[in-house]
T-cell receptor, first 115, second 112 residues
């Protein structure tokens, strides 16, 4: 079974530029998550989708971050404009659904450096 | 609210030593508890889980017991190997939230 795919793996941009990340979850997984992991910290949820609907985006900085999952499969996360503090690893995860125990499967992440 | 407090690292052990990484949690309901591991250059992988009080999760020689009375889920391994060197994250999933709340992670280095 293929795992969660993410691209690109690395991205370096200057502040105020825009960037987009892509995620393809495990086939058949209804729930998709985007996490931000700042160096030395645990992952923090940014947004959670159930199929193509948003379940939780309370921690998403909506003035600069946006995400979509139009067909309920793959997803994109965008930052515009980027700030220095957005430097982090952006992790995508998926799970079969909302039922517990909510075992999530993670992709390799995209490491973003904002200069 | 939901939160996880994890033992500060880094932890350095000799091969075959006993490992304990402490984890305590705060949750509004009855959470499921997890340990995830991140090997160098790789993504997060589920190591083990427990879904209710007194459950013991185990995998690859690692164990953790869900202790409701002490709100803890400490990770243990009797004899670590060099290949266990990684960052370990404790996490919880609360019924009301359906997402994962992570601790800050503990970096383990095992030396031969």
């Amino acid at each position: 079974e293929a795992g969660v795919a993410q691209s690109p793996r690395y991205k370096i941009i200057e502040k105020r530029q825009s960037v987009a990340f892509w995620c393809n979850p495990i086939s058949g997984h209804a729930t998709l998550y985007w996490y931000q992991q700042i160096l030395g910290q645990g992952p923090k949820l940014l947004i959670q989708f159930q199929n193509n609907g948003v379940v939780d985006d309370s921690q998403l900085p909506k003035d600069r971050f946006s995400a979509e999952r139009l067909k309920g499969v793959d997803s994109t996360l965008k930052i515009q404009p980027a700030k220095l503090e957005d430097s982090a690893v952006y992790l995508c995860a998926s799970s079969p659904g909302l039922a517990l125990p909510n075992e999530q499967f993670f992709g390799p992440g995209t490491r973003l450096t904002v200069l | 609210g939901n939160s996880v407090t994890q033992m500060e690292g880094p932890v350095t052990l000799s091969e075959e030593a006993f490992l304990t990484i402490n984890c305590t949690y705060t949750a509004t309901g009855y959470p499921s508890l997890f340990w995830y591991v991140q090997y160098p250059g790789e993504g997060l992988q589920l190591l083990l889980k427990a879904t209710k009080a007194d459950d013991k999760g185990s995998n690859k020689g690692f164990e953790a017991t869900y202790r409701k009375e002490t709100t803890s889920f400490h990770l243990e391994k009797g004899s670590v190997q060099v290949s266990d060197s990684a960052v370990y994250f404790c996490a919880l999933s609360d019924r009301g939230a359906n997402n994962l709340f992570f601790g800050t992670g503990t970096r383990l280095t095992v030396i031969p």
